[in-house]
């Protein structure tokens, strides 16, 4: 089992819609959480960090559920520009700093 | 302000072959690494860098060899290219242990 997964997708859907990922992580001591959106054979950007009280940026919101060892974002709204690859990226300590990819997540936004 | 350069863009090796990847960035970033990325998986580190003259391994560091000798560049070696090594390279970097990484735009490598 993968330390953390994402649905592969493709997640297809109509300008306007929401919609919205999980991304699950098996490490209880992971300790931070970010998205990241990667266009086809480009480099990851930052897309957001996540925050344990949930955050928001603009039509992006992040969650994070300890307990259930989860995160999600939702995006409202999308745009044709939504259209990429989300990466769920997971940080823990371990002797220093590892960051942890899942294989993200792909969303088709179709006009 | 260039953030993380990566050249060349693009190669093709033969078997056996060696090379360099380069790495720059002018972020004043201490931590520098470098994560290969294959189709199915997560981006995996290979090696990594906490600041000049300290290097250490990653997931996957077989065949490859780094060095650290000013905080700006951070080269990536192939000492004798296998087809297994055919991948897209990205170089990142980030200010702290609290930050998030920031990445260069990719390395696609052929080995045939």
């Known amino acids: 089992r993968k330390e953390v997964e994402q649905d592969p997708g493709p997640f297809n859907v109509p300008e306007g819609a929401t919609v919205a990922f999980n991304c699950t992580y098996s490490n209880s001591a992971s300790q931070s959480f970010f998205w990241y959106r990667q266009d086809c054979r480009k480099e990851p950007k930052l897309l957001m960090s996540?925050?344990?009280s949930g955050n928001e940026d603009g039509r992006f919101t992040a969650q994070l559920n300890r307990a259930s060892q989860y995160i999600s974002l939702l995006i409202r709204d999308s745009k044709l520009s939504d259209s990429a690859t989300y990466l769920c990226v997971v940080r823990r300590f371990s002797g220093t700093y590892k960051y942890i990819f899942g294989t993200g997540t792909r969303l088709k936004v179709l006009a | 302000n260039a953030g993380v350069t990566q050249t060349p863009k693009f190669q093709v090796l033969k078997t056996g072959q060696s090379m360099t990847l380069q790495c720059a960035q002018d972020m004043n970033h201490e931590y520098m690494s470098w994560y290969r990325q294959d189709p199915g998986m997560g981006l995996r580190l290979i090696h990594y860098?906490?600041?000049?003259?300290?290097?250490d391994q990653g997931e996957v560091p077989n065949g490859y060899n780094v060095s650290r000798s000013t905080t700006e560049d951070f080269p990536l070696r192939l000492l004798s290219a296998a087809p297994s090594q055919t991948s897209v390279y990205f170089c990142a970097s980030r200010p702290g242990n609290d930050s998030p990484l920031h990445f260069g735009n990719g390395t696609r490598l052929t080995v045939t």
């Open positions: 860098s906490v600041g000049a003259g300290i290097t």
């Open positions: 996540v925050y344990s």
